[in-house]
């Protein structure tokens, strides 16, 4: 079969590209998680959906090449310093942090809250980086982790980038689950929201994520082709959320999102 018969996956590429055993390694990896970064052989096994000897085989790769270690009191596994070394690699290589930068510092200056620059990979929103706000009680990310595209305001800038057959082919594939009192979980009412990003070009969000979340204001980054690269969002905690806050933090996110957008080629807002 010829490259342009192969099926496409979901990230476009053709099916007959993927290597199965490195689709398995990955798969290894992305057990861990922030809230369980350590985990057995038997667990890391069961959530890759992969037989304990393929695993373990993997496991010693990995091991060997510094992208996981384990433990020698327990036996536990977790990601190695390896992982720290690409991600840092990664982070710095695509540009987006370094040119919000500055725009970060000021807004962080302007609000003293907390400014926070993501991207989307596949289907969730992943943030880069932050500036923490000073004050005593105040928003702190985490970092790398992944979060869904259909709650909270960063995530709804980013789905908003979808075309129509794009947001339908993702809510058949993905579950909106309540994560906290606020979360969108009938499809339509995202639509309508989508919608809504879309037209006024940001988003905002309280409570969304969890219910000890926070409250915020996020717009699109865009680049040359006038995609959605990367979204800039001020978070702060809710009960600060008031609508003198709001109604300032609204203008000036838009404004230093585009002032990122013009520094890296962007043409700015989507017009309907």
């Known amino acids: 079969m010829s490259d342009s018969r192969r099926p496409a996956s979901e990230d476009g590429e053709p099916r007959g590209y993927r290597v199965n055993v490195l689709d398995r390694a990955i798969a290894v990896l992305k057990t861990f998680t922030l809230a369980e970064p350590s985990l057995t052989l038997s667990e890391i096994a069961q959530r890759a959906d992969l037989h304990v000897s393929t695993c373990l ?13 384990r433990s020698e009191e327990d036996g536990r596994y977790r990601l190695g310093y390896e992982v720290l070394a690409i991600a840092e690699i990664a982070r710095s290589g695509s540009g987006l942090v370094d040119w919000a930068m500055p725009v970060m510092r000021e807004l962080a200056d302007q609000f003293d809250e907390t400014v926070v620059i993501s991207a989307r990979v596949g289907d969730y929103r992943i943030d880069l980086d932050q500036i923490i706000g000073q004050q005593s ?19 709804r800038v980013l789905l908003s980038g979808f075309t129509d057959a794009q947001l339908d082919a993702y809510l058949e594939r993905v579950t909106l689950r309540k994560l906290a009192d606020q979360t969108i979980t009938d499809p339509d009412t995202l639509r309508r929201v989508i919608a809504d990003v879309r037209r006024d070009g940001y ?18 980054i865009f680049g040359a082709r006038n995609e959605i690269v990367g979204v800039i969002g001020v978070s702060v ?7 003198s806050l709001r109604a300032q933090l ?7 999102a585009a002032r990122i957008s013009r520094v890296i080629g962007g043409t700015g807002r989507k017009t309907a």
């Open 57 to 69: 085989r993997l496991l010693s790769t990995l091991r060997h090449h510094g992208l996981v270690s």
């Open 137 to 155: 009680v105040r928003r702190v990310i985490a970092l790398g982790e992944r979060k869904p595209l259909y709650a909270g305001a960063a995530s």
């Open 203 to 220: 988003a905002e969000s309280v409570q969304e994520q969890s219910d000890a979340g926070g409250a915020g204001v996020s717009a699109a």
């Open 237 to 243: 905690p809710q009960f600060r959320f008031t609508p």
């Open 250 to 256: 609204i203008p000036a996110v838009l404004s230093g």
